[in-house]
């Protein structure tokens, strides 16, 4: 509709290193190619943007915002000449951040997302490398880079793994070991009790007579 209404939208599109590109930080995610970009696109953003807001629901703002500027910020200094367009950006973001925070913080549920992401999504990786060159592959990887830093930036806030009550437990230093040992009294092992047992034997009497020949 964009190119009937020749609004010419795309050209607000990522252009690296130039000044008119500094607004491609903003637009990138919402300008696409044509109809089919934007339906596969919207549906990976949905079910990716879904994951991250109910399973890291603590810190998905951040994380979002993150990944939504910082990306972007990237693809500006280390993209090729050209105009960049489309959420794979992000699509990519948040695909690494879902499947490297699943496996660092080795929470079971979030291993199971991280599972579901990788047979879903997994395909996805292939496209960070050159493989296609009318494709952006650098925001690819621009996007997945910034969700791995942001795995790792985030690994200790939002849900963590259970932890058992022996590793709640703190362990005792020399100086509270040493008073425990006085405590329980840990010197010599008592002495052992000898206990003598004497059998006697008392011969069974005979008190039958002769037996008939």
Known sequence: MDEYLGFHLKEFGMKPRTMEGLRGILTIHFLHGDLEHIVQNSLALFVLNSFV???YRSIALPVFAALFFFSPIFLWFSGRDGNHI??????YA?????????LIRKNPMLL???LVVVLYYGSLVWYVFPVDKKVSWEGHACGFVMGLLSAFWWRRQGPQRKKYQ???EPEM???????WKERV???QPPAQTTVTVNYHFK????TQGNSEK
């Open 203 to 206: 011969p069974e009497n005979n």
């Open 53 to 55: 807001f109910y399973f």
């Open 86 to 91: 489309g959420a794979s950006v992000l699509i």
């Open 94 to 102: 948040e695909f690494a951040f879902l499947l490297v925070s699943g």
């Open 173 to 179: 230093t020399d100086e509270e070991y040493q008073r």
């Open 185 to 187: 009294g840990e010197s």
């Open 166 to 168: 022996h590793e709640l």
């Open 112 to 114: 199971r997302v991280a």
